[in-house]
């Protein structure tokens, strides 16, 4: 085992108790690349978790985790999770596009589309469709 | 004195001749040492026909399948080894990470999507990789560290103070 799998090997453990499918952990140029998918946000967030403990102020430059909430149905229902402020909706999958909506911290929305890792497309409770930051969507 | 000199000579000569006849091990033998061998992979057999060996089966890698076969040959009376076997496709061996540029202006807008809630974030290319400086708690490092890992553009120097 290198150094690097050594000491993010709490990480990889985590992400295999949770279950993250097609898990991929590779080293190069020294960067461990650990990647995969979650079938929900607390799979994903199990991983992150494992990170802080080794890297508590979450700064590392040696690993690199793309760990995705993947494969949710159309439909499904998504929590806000905002720090404490609105998330917008917009009209594009950019925070460059006009905001057309808004959902509270704690609302729901239904998932109409993971149209990339970063940008999901929703429905909010008030029936406007758009797209938000999946960072801010509980899974 | 002649005569036993010549008895040697002979005697040479007669144990010459029977090692060229070592091919003459049966083939139950020649399957017991080769099975021998072959035990240390679970995953492999190995079939003796006519002082030949056929190795069939997977191996985990094409150093030890080299090893074993070279060990195969190794035994006296195999005449030669026909592999059969194959190498197990390694998860080690996976394609390499596919990174992208930081510079990349499609890149650029996707960095700036996920710092845009911390105003106090500054980034910037240097040298070709990422910098990310400015004053964040843990939670919002995280938060940064998972939307810009995402984007795979190599090394990304988080030099931001974290209070």
């Known amino acids: 085992m290198s150094t690097l799998q050594d000491k993010y090997s709490g990480v990889v453990s985590a992400a295999q108790t949770a279950g993250i499918s097609n898990l991929q952990v590779q080293e190069q140029d020294g960067i461990l690349y650990v990647s995969g998918q979650a079938s929900n946000t607390a799979a994903k967030d199990a991983v992150w978790n494992a990170l802080g403990a080794v890297d508590s102020t979450y700064s590392a430059s040696d690993i690199n985790i793309d760990v995705q909430v993947a494969g949710l149905s159309v439909g499904a229902v998504l929590t806000v999770a905002t720090d404490e402020s609105n998330l917008n909706i917009r009209q594009e999958p950019s925070t460059e596009a006009a905001v057309v909506g808004k959902a509270g911290k704690g609302d729901s929305v239904t998932l109409l589309e993971q149209t990339s890792d970063d940008w999901w497309k929703v429905k909010t409770n008030d029936g406007q469709e758009g797209y938000a930051y999946s960072r801010y969507l509980k899974a | ?163």
Do not use: W
């Not at chain 2, 998860?91 to 990349?104: G, N």
């Open chain 2, 1 to 163: 004195m002649k005569k036993t000199i010549a008895m040697a000579a002979l005697a040479v000569a007669i144990s010459f001749g029977a090692v060229s006849c070592k091919k003459k091990v049966s083939d139950a033998d020649l399957q017991t040492q080769a099975t021998t061998v072959v035990t240390s992979n679970p995953n492999a057999s190995v079939e003796v026909k006519d002082g030949e060996a056929h190795l069939s089966g997977t191996f985990a890698d094409q150093a030890s399948k080299d090893a074993m076969i070279t060990q195969l040959k190794a035994i006296n009376g195999i005449k030669s080894v026909h592999d059969m076997s194959t190498v197990a496709p390694a998860a080690t061996a996976a394609a390499p990470v596919e990174t992208q540029s930081a510079v990349d202006p499609a890149v650029q807008q996707k960095v700036q999507d996920a710092v845009k809630d911390f105003p106090s974030v500054k980034v910037e290319v240097v040298n070709g990789e990422l910098t990310l400086t400015g004053t964040v708690s843990s939670a919002d490092a995280r938060k940064i560290k998972e939307s810009v890992d995402a984007l795979k553009v190599g090394k990304v120097n988080y030099n931001y103070t974290v209070k």
